[in-house]
């Protein structure tokens, strides 16, 4: 909602001082269906020819989520942190065997289901439950562990980035398609350079809105869709550190209560719940 918004405000502010200013609308009206072909098809062009198509699914993917709500809010990570307590809290009063069949079928186990918001995201289960299950085998230490999560999360966060860095490089040469759409108007002026100074000053005209739209889709559309998105990749970087912090602690021999407010403390801070909001909510549960 907020990305319309932001548009539609853009978008009035410029071309409403342009008319207030006794700007002709038409002249940009008319050459904007030429020009946005242009800009717009050498810039597909480019995209696809500049990123491997994974990387243009992820950015795709990546464009749809920028039009809706964070689904990392203060309620998810309540979710998240009260099914790491049950877990943590079964292991710790059963043994951690106990939990070997929550480990191996997560979609079947009372834990995860009970908590579907988390327990249904195929990622978040997916890492819980295999360093869960390098914990019942007991072969690594605690540092082993860190150390893959922090290669995990570090690939993650690569691979979600990548989407990102795609986007601005898009950014970076919208200005620079713009001016060879202005240059194509100049030579197609050039070509008519006996016509009446009134079409050649509306050819010229033309020409320059190329410039303008190259400009203004970088820094209007582009860039500020490749900002959201990377605050996006580190939302979804935060939850994994927040599970990793949660286990560890754990492992140095924390009481569950006591590693949930590690995972706790590693939210941003407009997320996060305060200690008695975890508290009430796993007392709840």
Request: with cysteine; charged share 15%; hydrophobic share 45%.
């Amino acid at each position: 909602m907020f990305v319309l918004i932001g548009w539609a405000l853009s978008m009035a502010c410029i071309f409403g001082v342009f008319i207030a200013h006794g700007g002709n609308i038409g002249v940009i009206l008319h050459a904007l269906p030429f020009e946005m072909i242009t800009i717009f098809g050498a810039a597909t062009g480019a995209f696809l020819a500049n990123n491997q198509m994974k990387v243009v699914k992820a950015t795709a993917a990546g464009l749809g989520s920028c039009f809706k709500g964070s689904k990392y809010s203060k309620a998810r990570y309540m979710e998240l942190l009260a099914l790491m307590y049950d877990i943590l809290q079964k292991a710790r009063k059963e043994g951690l065997m106990s939990i070997e069949k929550d480990v191996e079928d997560p979609h079947n186990s009372p834990l995860f289901q009970k908590y579907a918001t988390v327990g249904n995201d195929h990622h978040v289960t997916e890492f819980i439950t295999d360093y869960l299950r390098m914990m019942v085998s007991g072969n690594l230490n605690a540092h082993e562990i860190e150390s893959l999560m922090d290669s995990e999360i570090e690939t993650h966060h690569q691979e979600e980035h990548a989407a990102v860095a795609a986007l601005q490089r898009l950014a970076g040469g919208l200005p620079a398609f713009g001016i060879v759409a202005a240059v194509l108007g100049v030579v197609n002026t050039m070509g008519s350079v006996g016509q009446p100074p009134a079409v050649l000053g509306g050819m010229i005209g033309s020409a320059l809105v190329g410039t303008f739209l190259g400009i203004l889709l970088a820094y209007g559309f582009a860039e500020p869709l490749a900002g959201l998105l990377e605050q996006k990749v580190e939302d979804a970087g935060k939850e994994f550190q927040c599970i990793k912090t949660t286990l560890l602690a754990s492992m140095q021999g924390y009481a569950p209560q006591v590693a949930i407010e590690f995972g706790r403390k590693v939210l941003f801070s407009g997320d996060r719940p305060s200690f008695t909001e975890l508290e009430g909510h796993v007392k709840k549960k």
